[in-house]
């Protein structure tokens, strides 16, 4: 590759989920003030989305996620990319949900709604007690819904590496159909390998119809060890956001570190045909920063 080729690589977007999933983390609850100062050395940092809570769960969250959206959403200030961070609130597949994560984030200059349905088998039938087709319906109704809000729209088919691929396809369909801008592949439980992770990935870009329409992403939990291959594995089929964690923190093992994806495509240019916004000098401040506030 040429010494400037770099300008020609796409750029992996850095979805953060620090102050959503990370503060998930037994013992890692944060207060207001101290979610807003992360917040904005997540912007310092080159952060492209900040997944800033979950509003629904609590007026403490929804009053946490509204002010970052406010005070932090704005700041352009030290930006590779020289757009604000996108704030990111997260819901169930249901009105109430969504509706109240757009109350929280609208005032952001640049603001997504984040919405999630479980779709593998055993979710279904024991978690959420529905069959695929009510499945699919919820879907349909609940993006539409978010897009009728606002046109940043995410959704995650929880528990997607233990879902029937098929049945994937024709999910994640409908919710382009519906409006969804972006499609994101969890690894819920920590479950699969790089190889079946990619596989996945791959299948999935290939055989959605309106799969070119979307930006497609990956959220890895840590559980055997292999969230940050995995997400490597899937940003090499063709993944262009990765959902990401400082420190790794996260539930049981922890979510895929932001420090380890940002620096292996840094690190390892030939073998990444991405590039980034994050600016890596100020990942140990940022780190250094998550570790005190959680005392993790």
């Given at each position: 590759m040429?010494?400037?080729?770099?300008?020609?690589?796409?750029?992996?977007l850095i979805f953060d989920?620090?102050?959503?999933?990370?503060?998930?983390?037994?013992?890692?609850?944060?207060?207001?003030?101290?979610?807003?100062?992360?917040?904005?050395?997540?912007?310092?940092?080159g952060v492209d989305i900040c997944e800033a809570g979950f509003p629904i769960t609590s007026p403490g969250d929804f009053e946490a996620v509204r002010r970052i959206a406010a005070e932090v959403g704005p700041l352009t200030e030290g930006r590779k990319s020289g757009k604000p961070m996108v704030i990111a609130g997260l819901a169930r597949a249901n009105?109430?949900?969504?509706?109240?994560?757009?109350?929280?984030?609208?005032?952001?200059?640049?603001?997504?709604?984040?919405?999630?349905?479980?779709?593998?088998?055993?979710?279904?039938k024991h978690k959420l007690k529905i069959d695929r087709e009510e499945c699919i319906d919820q879907v349909i109704e609940s993006v539409s819904f978010a897009k009728s809000l606002c046109e940043d729209i995410e959704?995650?088919?929880?528990?997607a590496g233990r879902s029937d691929p098929e049945f994937l396809v024709q999910v994640l369909e409908q919710a382009i159909k519906a409006g969804a801008t972006t499609l994101?592949?969890?690894?819920?439980?920590?479950?699969?390998?790089?190889?079946?992770?990619?596989?996945?990935?791959?299948?999935?870009?290939?055989n959605t119809?309106?799969?070119?329409?979307?930006?497609?992403?990956?959220?890895?939990?840590?559980?055997?060890?292999?969230?940050?291959?995995?997400?490597?594995?899937?940003?090499?089929?063709?993944?262009?956001?990765?959902?990401?964690?400082?420190?790794?923190?996260?539930e049981r093992a922890g979510n895929t570190s932001l420090e380890e994806v940002v620096m292996a495509i840094k690190t390892r240019p030939n073998q990444f045909d991405v590039q980034t916004n994050i600016d890596?000098?100020?990942?140990?401040?940022?780190?250094?920063?998550?570790?005190?506030?959680?005392?993790?």
């Open positions: 040429e010494e400037d080729g770099v300008n020609e690589k796409e750029t992996l989920t620090t102050l959503r999933d990370g503060e998930q983390s037994p013992g890692a609850t944060l207060i207001v003030d101290e979610k807003l100062e992360i917040a904005r050395q997540l912007s310092r940092l009105r109430a949900d969504i509706q109240r994560a757009y109350d929280a984030v609208r005032v952001a200059p640049r603001h997504r709604i984040h919405t999630f349905l479980a779709t593998s088998d055993i979710h279904l959704f995650s088919p929880e528990d994101n592949i969890p690894d819920t439980v920590g479950y699969t390998t790089p190889e079946e992770f990619g596989w996945l990935i791959k299948y999935l870009i290939d119809p309106g799969a070119d329409q979307v930006i497609w992403s990956t959220h890895c939990h840590n559980d055997l060890g292999m969230a940050t291959a995995n997400t490597l594995a899937g940003i090499g089929a063709g993944a262009r956001q990765a959902e990401v964690t400082l420190n790794g923190i996260g890596s000098t100020q990942i140990v401040r940022t780190s250094h920063m998550v570790s005190t506030y959680t005392g993790m």
